[in-house]
């Protein structure tokens, strides 16, 4: 409130008004008081003059009485002559002497030289002296009681003129500066740039010029500000789609990168394929054509050995009862030997035989469409004789519309030898084994999971399952060719492809075949 009441009092202390109105009142105030100073010693000089030509009259009047009386000495007429020249208006000081003891005196005796002494003359004679003297103080306030209204009037008037003059100030020129003032304090607070209200006069004046440069600045700010706005909202949607963009970019940089670092790893993994895969096809390779270069010298042997056989027996036969009876020990060695030569020349040619097939060569028609269910169930009744004497089990989940174009031999091989490794490797100490053979399909493959429960590999045997002689159990019936059989067939015959997976009990193999006979290996 006090600073309201603080900023009204400066405000009108500041005020144009004001200041402007109090210049022009203490200009007239001056200019009125420098004429009414010029009236009022007009005036004096003339109340002045009036009063010194009618002293002079009352001199004149009085001087040839009183010098007549002077000259009878008649006192009492001295006096009352006296009396009479003292009542005169203008008259404050009367003196009348003779140069002698006659002195007549009223009034008080001014100390100023405005005091009029004459000669009394009596028939030419001067024989005393009338000295008279107006009183300045009555020439004032007759002064200023003659020229009072005329100072009142003009006093009244100036206050008037002053009082129109700040009317007028006020209305034309305050009133308007601060509605302008208002206005534009209210849209500098509210920022709002808008023409002003207050309309400009007709009089074209200086505020009226002012309302309207205030009009065109608000207008150009007002152009200014939409242009501004217009310019950040296009900058705000190009940062959007700036930055929609960016990440549109960024996502697809990832996802190439994730690409490319899968490729990466395909890569890789098909290059240690790659060479597991060429690695295993040589061996393969040596190891068939070690069967094939053998074989034959293998059939002569058992040739050899079956015509020794004959030759023996008919040597039998031909000798004398006698002679047998003398060389019986020997023919008995013979027998033996010949007997021990059987069995492993057989053995020899099983093995070789063995060898020669790991090479998966031609088995069966590939461009046959078979089930794979039905082949599946092939195998289990071929080797069920096997699994009566166990009580191993085995579970096939396959759907009997599923499909493959291929060799049911070698699908059937493939199933043989896995059983057979579980049964004889998995299931080792193990009386009730379970089997499961699981077949599903995508667009272009057959998927097919065989797995046992046995008592899984070692590191070792996970990394050499596949490679050709690789067995745990060597010199025990084992020749380390199932696996390398398996993964023959499936790779080079059927053109899929056959991975050990990680599991915590027994093994798994995961093994994909094309549905249709491919021409191209991977
Ligand atoms: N189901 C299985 N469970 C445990 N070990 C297995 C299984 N299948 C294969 N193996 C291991 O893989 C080796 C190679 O198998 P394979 O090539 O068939 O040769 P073989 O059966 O003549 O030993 C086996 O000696 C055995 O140690
Ligand atoms: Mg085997």
Not at 328 to 339: H, N, P, R, T, Y
Not at 399 to 418: P, R, W
């Amino acid at each position: 409130m006090s600073t309201r009441s603080g900023n009204l009092v400066d405000s009108i202390r500041r005020s144009i008004v004001r200041r402007v109105s109090l210049s022009i009142i203490v200009t007239v105030l001056a200019i009125g008081t420098v004429a009414m100073a010029a009236i009022i010693c007009w005036h004096y000089q003339r109340q002045y003059d009036d009063f010194e030509s009618s002293t002079s009259n009352v001199t004149n009047a009085y001087s040839s009485a009183i010098a007549g009386a002077m000259w009878h000495l008649d006192t009492s007429q001295l006096n009352l002559l006296a009396d009479g020249i003292q009542q005169q208006e203008s008259v404050s000081y009367v003196r009348i002497n003779d140069r002698g003891a006659l002195n007549i005196e009223r009034g008080i005796r001014p100390y100023h030289r405005d005091i009029q002494t004459s000669d009394l003359l009596y028939n030419g004679t001067p024989i005393g002296q009338l000295e008279i003297a107006f009183n300045r103080e009555s020439v004032f306030s007759t002064t200023i009681q003659t020229i009072l209204p005329s100072l009142i009037a003009l006093l009244v008037g100036l206050s008037l003129f002053g009082i129109i003059l700040v009317v007028i100030l006020q209305r034309v020129v305050s009133s308007r500066i601060q509605s302008l003032a208002l206005e534009v304090r209210d849209r500098l607070e509210n920022n709002r740039f808008e023409p002003l209200s207050l309309q400009p006069s007709s009089s074209h004046d200086e505020i009226d010029s002012l309302i309207r440069t205030f009009n065109k600045l608000s207008e150009r700010i007002l152009d200014e500000l939409q242009q501004k706005t217009v310019a950040q909202q296009q900058l705000s949607v190009v940062n959007l789609e700036l930055e929609d963009r960016v990440k549109l970019r960024t996502y697809h940089l990832q996802e190439t990168v994730t690409q490319l670092n899968q490729t990466l790893i395909d890569l890789n993994t098909t290059q240690s394929k790659l060479i597991e895969a060429e690695k295993l096809s040589a061996l393969g390779g040596m190891i068939a054509a070690i069967g094939h270069e053998i074989e034959t010298p293998l059939g002569l042997c058992l040739t050899v050995q079956s015509c020794l056989k004959n030759d023996v027996i008919a040597l039998k036969r031909a000798m004398p009862s006698g002679a047998i009876n003398q060389t019986q020990d020997a023919m008995a060695a013979v027998d033996e030997s010949l007997a021990m030569l059987d069995r492993n020349l057989k053995r020899s040619a099983e093995l070789m035989k063995g060898f020669k097939e790991v090479s998966a060569g031609q088995i069966g028609d590939d461009r046959q469409r078979i089930s794979l269910l039905e082949t599946i169930q092939e195998v289990v009744a071929v080797l069920t004789p096997k699994l009566r004497q166990t009580k191993h089990t085995i579970n096939i989940d396959c759907a009997s519309n599923l499909m493959l174009q291929g060799s049911a031999t070698a699908i059937s091989q493939v199933l043989t030898n896995l059983i057979m490794n579980s049964l004889t490797h998995g299931f080792h100490n193990i009386d009730e084994g379970e089997i499961r053979i699981q077949a599903g399909e995508n667009h272009e493959w057959i998927i097919l999971r065989y797995s046992d429960n046995g008592v899984g590999m070692s590191d070792e045997t996970k990394q050499k399952i596949f490679e050709p002689l690789y067995t745990t159990l060597r010199g025990k019936g084992g020749t380390g060719l199932g696996m390398h059989l398996v993964y023959n067939i499936i790779r080079q015959r059927l053109k899929g492809d056959i991975t050990l997976e990680e599991s915590d009990v027994g093994v798994v193999f995961r093994m994909q075949i094309p549905k249709q006979k491919r021409r191209q290996a991977s």
